[in-house]
């Protein structure tokens, strides 16, 4: 229903795969090719990695804080797998949608080097899957994160989503350095 510790886990994996392939792709880039942009108006590849991590970030952000309201939590409802599969729609089509500024890298998002972002990134990975393990059991059935468009979810469902936003900008990243190169 709202996930359990093997599905959790099993996310997690694939979240952690992609950002490993995404990192060995990154780090062969040469300081240059990582900040640059392919054409004008079009992000580069150091933006798109932030983006996705700062994505991560304050979606850890925001469930840690949730959690310490728990009297506010909503109960798991099954209308949020419309609200999953909405952005499955959306990540999987052309469709084009501005980052909410907090993560749009066109505001003025602090861009990390490849070696900080890896090193954040993986703190932050610890981080988040210790919050998840902590919590699931008392609140995996409740809807602790929001996605800024599709709604309430719980954690699984958020790790459902990060992992169909990374394997979106991954696409995208590989675009990016195939015109650079």
């Known amino acids: 229903m709202a996930g359990s510790m093997k599905q959790i886990h099993h996310q997690f994996e694939k979240l952690e795969l992609k950002k490993k392939a995404l990192m060995n792709l990154i780090t062969l880039l040469s300081d240059e090719k990582y900040t640059q942009q392919p054409s004008t108006g079009s992000w580069s590849v150091a933006q798109a990695a932030n983006h996705i991590f700062l994505s991560e970030q304050l979606s850890t952000a925001y469930i840690r804080k949730k959690l310490s309201y728990p009297d506010t939590l909503l109960p798991f409802q099954i209308k949020s797998w419309g ?11 052309n469709y084009k949608r501005k980052a909410p500024v907090a993560i749009n890298m066109w505001e003025q998002q602090t861009i990390l080097s490849q070696t900080d972002l890896e090193q954040h990134w993986s703190k932050l990975r610890a981080d988040m899957i210790t919050l998840i393990e902590k919590h699931q059991e008392a609140f995996g059935s409740h809807m602790v994160y929001r996605h800024p468009f599709a709604g309430r979810m719980t954690m699984h469902q958020m790790l459902i989503f990060l992992n169909d936003h990374m394997a979106h900008h991954i696409k995208q990243i590989n675009r990016i350095v195939s015109k650079i190169d």
């Not at 609200?83 to 089509?93: E, Q, T």
């Open 83 to 93: 609200g999953v599969f909405l952005i499955k729609l959306a990540l999987w089509s």
